[in-house]
């Protein structure tokens, strides 16, 4: 059982930034690949970023590439999402989950998810 708990979230002007974190409890969270999501009003939960088990690779939806980073820190069973250059349209209530697989996984088939941080960029 792995539970997840969201925080950074916030309301910040165009062109701001902001850093979520997901705390991840238990001893094994180096086995779970790590992924970012967010659900906007009226629309279905996207994916945002993903990272592996080792952090050593990641991948990202092409609305955020260049402008979010997804990191991890095992020893502290955290993972970050760094949003840079933040717009209106990214707006929405984000969710961290984890998944025991190897490579990173883009769909919503993960197996524990936070109860989500909301985000509000405002223009």
């Known amino acids: 059982q792995v539970q997840l708990v969201e925080s950074g979230g916030g309301l910040v002007q165009a062109g701001g930034s902001l850093r979520l974190s997901c705390a991840a409890s238990?001893?094994?969270?180096?086995?779970?690949?790590m992924g970012w999501f967010r659900q906007a009003p009226g629309k279905e939960r996207e994916f945002v970023a993903g990272?592996?088990?080792?952090?050593?690779?990641?991948r990202y939806a092409d609305s955020v590439q260049g402008r979010f980073t997804i990191s991890r820190d095992n020893a502290k069973n955290t993972v970050y999402l760094q949003m840079n250059s933040l717009e209106p349209e990214d707006t929405a209530v984000y969710y961290c989950?984890?998944?025991?697989?190897?490579?990173?996984?883009?769909?919503?088939?993960?197996?524990?998810w936070g109860q989500g941080t909301q985000v509000t960029v405002s223009s």
């Open positions: 989950a984890a998944r025991n697989t190897l490579r990173i996984v883009t769909t919503t088939s993960y197996e524990y």
């Open positions: 990272i592996s088990r080792s952090g050593s690779s990641t």
């Open positions: 238990g001893r094994t969270f180096s086995s779970y690949g």
